[in-house]
């Protein structure tokens, strides 16, 4: 569930830059301010000098032992500037996986490179790939290539294709070896997802903004069979502040469609439990006794370890607010409220808030910090992201 609601984000702040650069676009011309010098220096800094940071992120969220998977990731990543319009970035993180029992802690460390460039005025591609090893001694390949088209001041497209970890659970991320069972002495999850999607964003006449977007992939794992999804999602924002020069320079209102469904459900856990048929946890030297059928049925969930419904359907209004000030300190806030419906449950609250706040201790160093919780989905999850950025 995590990476829908993901996408979502991703989408809804492409918009909300629509509606930013259009505004300063269209603003009224009067003279130049020292303070938005002093910020154009800062911002041309930003731009042109490499970086190093330090980051961290924890995350956290409610089910049972087999469902809930916090974690604790920590690493580094390296910005390099290659030139007026390229930049290299090498990023490295340990992961460490904490379900609730601590019998069954995993970790997994990541390393990942990639280039972001300009292709043309109007045309940026980015490009990136790296490799996973988990404690369950298996091995991922995860990458990203995307595509960003500007079409003019006010529209934008984009094409990306993904591969990624699947962190929904244990057995979805690092795998499961049971003792006994049909899997016996075999790994069983580690999914991962392929993902391709088309979107984009355009202000229409006024302060109103349209975004949008579209795809398709799987998701499959081992002894976890290939599952195909669709993805969709849009909607209309409208900007009632858009000041760039202002404490507060962007409040906006908008309303989201979010939908996405899968071939199978596979939410299940059959002959990888780490419960019993009857919820009763499973000794580590029994796990693959569950007696419960891995294989999807009409009212049974086929095993995966991930949120898969037939149909997801949400739609929520979100209410956003960013600004800053001239001494370096930068601020976004965004919370959405609505309805979700999916395959077995419907008419439920679906909410959330997201808050980032980013300190500039000296012009070359600054501490973003970012908390992210939301009920998209059967649970709640929380997230807290943390850095320190120094640019060099």
Known sequence: MRT???????VFAFSGHVAVQAQEASGV???????????????????????????????TESGDLNNRLDFFRYGGRLNLKLGPSAAFQLTG????????????????TNVTAGIHTKLSESTEAHVEAGA??????????????????????????????????????????TGIRPVTGPFAGQLVGRVMENRFVVGGSSRLSGNFDI??????????GNNVPSNFFKTAGGGVGYSIVASPDEPLSLLRV?????????????????????????????????IGSDAISPTPGVTRAGVGGYFSPRNFVSNIGRVEAKGGSDDGLSYRVSGFLGSQNYTGATGRLASG???????????????PVTYVIDTFGPYTQQTLYAGLAVRF
């Open 211 to 220: 975004f949008g977007e579209g795809g398709f992939g799987n998701r499959a």
């Open 29 to 59: 011309q009067r003279p130049v301010t020292q303070q938005e010098i002093d910020r154009l220096k800062r911002q041309i800094d930003a731009d042109t000098r490499s970086s190093v940071e330090a980051i961290i992120d924890y995350h």
């Open 93 to 108: 993180t340990r992961t460490d996986y904490l379900p609730m029992s601590d019998l069954f802690k995993e970790q997994g």
């Open 132 to 173: 996973s090893r988990f404690s369950s001694d298996t091995s991922s390949i995860n990458a990203l290539a995307s595509v960003t088209y500007t079409a003019s001041d006010h529209t934008y497209l984009s094409v990306t294709a993904r591969r990624s970890n699947v962190e929904e659970s244990l057995l979805s991320t």
């Open 353 to 367: 808030l997201s808050a980032t706040v980013s300190v500039g201790i000296t012009e070359r160093i600054s501490l």
């Open 254 to 286: 908008a309303y989201e469609f979010s939908y996405f469904g899968f071939d199978e459900n596979r939410f299940g856990f059959g002959g990888a439990s780490l419960l019993t048929r009857g919820g009763l946890p499973v000794a580590s030297t029994r």
């Open 4 to 10: 829908f609601f993901a996408v979502a984000v991703a």
